[in-house]
């Protein structure tokens, strides 16, 4: 008697353990676009400047230029920035910038964003920026693995209105007048 209660209890169990838990809701991909009124090249620069002040490195860049239209396309890929690093502070950082997987009994230690701006010429030396990140994180105590997710677009805005600023700052003056 007690044997068969035991196997039951464990076949219960084991039914359990095997159903699909209902899925967490998946935040969508935040996507910013703008478009600056100043040259591909200029853009460009302005794109890598903004990651290396954010002291990222840039993990990943292709230009091509297409003869026949004369425009310029190119995609730049930050290196994945530290947000946060230890277990006391981790999840509070990771979950201010977006959904982060639950993981019961879990354990965050570190927490990065990784950028992807995506630039188009357009007629009349304009450019279109498009701008996305990822955040991820590491689990040390249930997965002990990196898990990735969508970002809630604070970060990216924050971002593209540095990016903003930078491509509006006034000219200075190249011939020394005031």
Known sequence: MIRSAIIAIGIFSLVLCTLPLPAQKQDSLVV??????????????AVKQLIEEQHCGIESE????DEQTEMYRGNIRSAPCVLASGEDSTYDVLKRYGRVPIIRGGVWTSGRIQYNF??????????????????SGYEAYVTHLSHAWN????????????LRQ??????????GSP
Request: aromatic share 6%; glycine share 2%; proline share 9%.
């Open 62 to 65: 292709k230009q091509s230029f």
């Open 32 to 45: 910013l676009r703008d478009t600056f009124a100043r040259p591909f090249p200029i853009v460009w620069r």
């Open 166 to 175: 930078l491509l509006t700052k006034p000219k200075e003056p190249s011939d």
């Open 118 to 135: 995506s630039l188009r010429d357009l007629p009349d030396r304009k450019v279109q920026v498009v701008l996305t990140a990822e955040l």
């Open 151 to 162: 970002a809630n677009g604070i970060l990216e805005r924050q971002m593209m209105d540095r």
